[in-house]
């Protein structure tokens, strides 16, 4: 078992840093999920623990070890890959065995660590069978088998479950965290799916362009979200994000749309900002309609509906502010759906809102 | 739904195939039956006006991303199945009516499904079947060292494979040996080179792979008798290290041993590799030479331009007429205001460049040079008169000007092939 540490890691191309000092700390036995976007740096970040990529500078730890120049095979990893081609001829057993075959390793020694992993995947009443006489879920977990049977000391996946259909994709999610949890392998997961990261990690770390932005629980980053980049990549729909000014006395967060007064837990922050541009964000599911909500502090809001995609046991709407280009997404109450085009008053929780630092975009 | 076509020789645009469908739920007649290998995702092969095409199930980012590096890889001359077309947005704007075929089974969900096509390496073989006919233990070595090889050839040019295996090659016999296409780049990557952890990798998942298709095929008794899937598996790593340290190692020598440069080139191009430049230094204060050689795929301009072209020329020709399409197609670019695909611009080059050039030039004004020497010298007699003029002359001018200076000339004898006074009279 292990952990996994960055230690100010840079990795760069020429004269481009994709990587611009990474310091982040894996647990020993934890399932962390690497997301961002596109070219933010994740699949690097993989690879270098993998040995694939050099590293420019600082170091890499995995356990106690210092790996930044240990080769790939002897740094007891094992890549895991989105699915593997079943060999046809061979049974269950054979299929998980062969690695194991080709690194010479005894008999016995086989028999004992294929029976470990069908055992863990509950494939031991297939081991003799062929391919063809298996399901599309007991290929998969085959297929995991091959992964695991080697018994490495942290797992790393890349983006795996991509080529797959949604039904098969939301089931394997459930597969692998709990066959992560069973076999209590470090193991780093590498997405670009924020809700797959936010249901399978135990905890996530954000990249945007090279940079880590936030690293925490699923719910840390959900509730607490340290910039505005997190804030609005972590949870769907987006969170809203406003630009709003401080007033002068800094009482008051002002928009041409919408008024707050400045909640009691910002007033110190808020404060030091007197005049200043502040970003002010709010969560889908912290807007309701009139008369739909019971919260204390609210501000009220002028907009009308743009787009109205109802979910069954939800309704989102996109409205337009009355007074800004601007459109906030809110999550509303099924039975009260507006039709498009409908003046609405929305009400904002105030108590539930995101302040961040106009010029730095992190949180106050 | 949307159909990108790579090359405009290849008219899969066949609207009665009911592209906005999954695989799985085309009528099985649709099909045609080919020689495959194993593959993970649903692949299935149709047949188009005398083409066989191989269709390939894969999510929208993925199949895009296999479709840009197949052609990046073809551009680049590697042995590669050729990428045809990639059909996306498969849910958007085709009834079901227009499709003549009937359909199968219930609608899925196509919103972010694509369809890579490619063409079906024809004269290529999987390995199982190459296998299945009856193969000898050298024969077996052979096809190996084909893989090994591609694999050389590929990290050579920075790409890592991924998942290199017997499955995701495609086998064509050369000559008495055997040649290896990739089939598969569905978790390739192109970096500018590739890092030895990269290279390491991509060898320790290719012996992995390669144990398992053999084991398989010992499964199904259908190894060659007295072969080890696991001593062949851990030849292959044994087989690719000895070609990339011939490939790539630095030697340094005596001032007097100057014969050992050309010793290697020679190994080199036994290889089947082409030295592209060799880098000599000085080392231990001067007293003796390193040389680092860079290599290249072999014929790599010739199979190029033949694969874009169809014309068959020396590797020089194929260097010089390659940077004059290469020049074409960025005017094309610039005058049309859009980006022109290779194929296409090597399509109209010939059209409007190459053929015009050489059809305004009577068979016995060339003489014994070939229509790619003659354009040769079109091109350098252009290059000499843009020079003298201080702008580009343009190939029609140059061509007349070529024809009534150098070939009438040299016709009547006043001087031989290949001269051309101008060019005499200017320093290049």
């Given at each position: 078992m292990a952990s996994i540490k960055f230690d100010n890691v840079v990795k760069s191309y020429g004269d481009v840093?994709?990587?611009?000092?990474l310091d982040l700390e894996i647990r020993d036995k934890e399932f962390m999920v690497l997301v961002g976007p596109s070219g933010c740096g994740k699949s690097t970040t993989l690879r270098m623990i993998a040995g694939l990529e050099e590293i420019t500078d600082g170091k890499l730890y995995i356990g106690d070890r210092v790996?930044?120049?240990?080769?790939p095979k002897d740094r007891d990893v094992a890549m895991v890959f989105q699915s593997y081609a079943l060999y046809?001829?061979?049974?269950v057993y054979e299929n998980i065995a062969f690695g194991l075959r080709l690194r010479k390793l005894p008999k016995d020694e086989i028999d004992r660590l294929v029976s470990e992993a069908a055992d863990t995947l509950g494939l031991t009443p297939l081991?003799?069978?062929?391919?063809?006489?298996?399901?599309g879920g007991q290929r998969q977990r085959v297929a995991l088998g091959r992964a695991i049977?080697?018994?490495?000391?942290v797992f790393l996946f890349d983006?795996?479950?991509?080529?797959?259909d949604a039904e098969l994709r939301v089931h394997m999610r459930a597969e692998i965290a709990n066959l992560q949890k069973r076999l209590a392998i470090t193991s780093v997961y590498v997405t670009h799916d924020q809700v797959e990261a936010m249901t399978m990690g135990d905890r996530i770390a954000v990249l945007h362009d090279g940079n880590l932005r936030q690293v925490g629980t699923p719910l840390d980053l959900y509730?607490?979200?340290?910039?505005v980049f997190v804030a609005q990549f972590i949870g769907t729909p987006n969170m809203n994000i406003l630009k709003m000014t401080v007033s002068d006395d800094g009482t008051e967060l002002t928009h041409p749309d919408i008024t707050y007064k400045t909640p009691e837990a910002w007033k110190a922050a808020v404060s030091e900002r007197k005049g200043k541009m502040v970003y002010v964000g709010f969560r889908p599911e912290h807007i309701r309609g009139e008369g739909e909500h019971d919260w204390k502090n609210v501000a009220e809001i002028k907009s009308t509906a743009q787009i109205v995609e109802t979910l069954g046991h939800e309704v989102v709407v996109h409205a337009k502010l009355a007074n800004d280009d601007k459109t906030i997404v809110a999550k509303m109450d099924v039975h009260k759906t507006p039709k498009v085009g409908d003046d609405l008053v929305l009400y904002v929780n105030a108590d539930k809102l995101h302040i961040f630092d106009g010029e730095t975009t992190n949180r106050l | 739904m949307k159909i990108q076509i790579h090359?405009?020789?290849?008219?899969?645009?066949?609207?009665?195939?009911?592209?906005?469908?999954?695989l799985t739920q085309w009528?099985?007649?649709?099909f045609v039956e080919v020689a495959r290998g194993i593959h993970r995702n649903v692949v299935r092969f149709i047949s188009n006006k005398g083409r066989v095409y191989a269709l390939k199930e894969l999510m929208t980012p993925i199949a895009r991303n296999e479709y840009n590096l197949l052609r990046e890889m073809e551009e680049m001359g590697l042995p590669v199945v050729e990428p045809v077309g990639l059909v996306t947005?498969?849910?958007?704007?085709?009834?079901?009516?227009?499709?003549s075929f009937s359909l199968v089974g219930d609608s899925m969900d196509m919103s972010n499904r694509a369809l890579l096509v490619t063409h079906y390496l024809e004269g290529a073989l999987p390995y199982r079947i190459i296998i299945q006919q009856g193969i000898t233990m050298e024969q077996l070595g052979q096809m190996l060292d084909a893989l090994v090889e591609l694999l050389a050839r590929l990290h050579l040019s920075g790409?890592?494979?991924?998942d290199c295996s017997l499955s995701n090659t495609l086998f064509r016999r050369d000559a008495g040996l055997m040649a290896a296409y990739l089939v598969?780049?569905?978790?390739s990557e192109i970096y500018p080179t590739l890092s030895d952890g990269q290279r390491a990798y991509d060898l320790e998942l290719a012996e992995l792979n390669l144990a398992g298709d053999l084991m398989d095929l010992e499964a199904a008794e259908q190894?060659?008798?007295?072969?080890d899937p696991v001593e062949l598996a851990n030849s292959v790593v044994d087989r690719y290290n000895k070609l990339w340290r011939e490939l790539t190692h630095d030697e340094i020598f005596e001032p007097?041993?100057?014969f050992k440069i050309e010793q290697r080139v020679r190994r080199l191009n036994d290889l089947?590799?082409?030295?592209?430049e060799m880098e000599i230094t000085t080392v231990d204060d001067g007293q003796r030479v390193r040389m680092v050689p860079r290599v290249v795929e072999h014929w790599h301009h010739r199979r190029r331009l033949n694969s874009l072209t169809g014309l068959q020329v020396q590797e020089n020709q194929a260097r010089r007429l390659l940077n004059d399409l290469s020049r074409y197609k960025a005017f094309l670019a610039e005058h049309e205001g859009r980006d022109i695909p290779e194929p296409v611009a090597a399509y109209r080059w010939l059209s409007e460049v190459f053929n015009p050039s050489l059809q305004s030039i009577s068979s016995d004004l060339k003489g014994s040079l070939d229509d790619a020497e003659v354009f040769h010298e079109i091109l350098e007699h252009r290059w000499y008169l843009s020079q003298a003029a201080g702008r580009d002359v343009g190939q029609a001018a140059a061509t007349e000007d070529y024809i009534n200076t150098v070939m009438k000339r040299r016709k009547a004898g006043v001087f031989k092939a290949g001269d051309d006074p101008f060019v005499k009279t200017t320093k290049r």
């Open positions: 840093d994709i990587i611009k000092g790996v930044n120049n240990v080769h046809p001829h061979m049974s081991l003799d069978r062929k391919p063809k006489a298996l399901s049977v080697r018994k490495p000391s983006e795996p479950l991509s080529n797959l509730d607490n979200p340290q910039n | 090359s405009p020789s290849h008219y899969i645009t066949d609207l009665r195939y009911p592209w906005s469908k999954h009528p099985p007649e649709l947005n498969r849910d958007e704007g085709v009834s079901q009516a227009r499709s790409i890592y494979w991924g598969d780049a569905e978790t190894l060659p008798a007295g072969s007097e041993d100057q089947g590799f082409d030295v592209e």
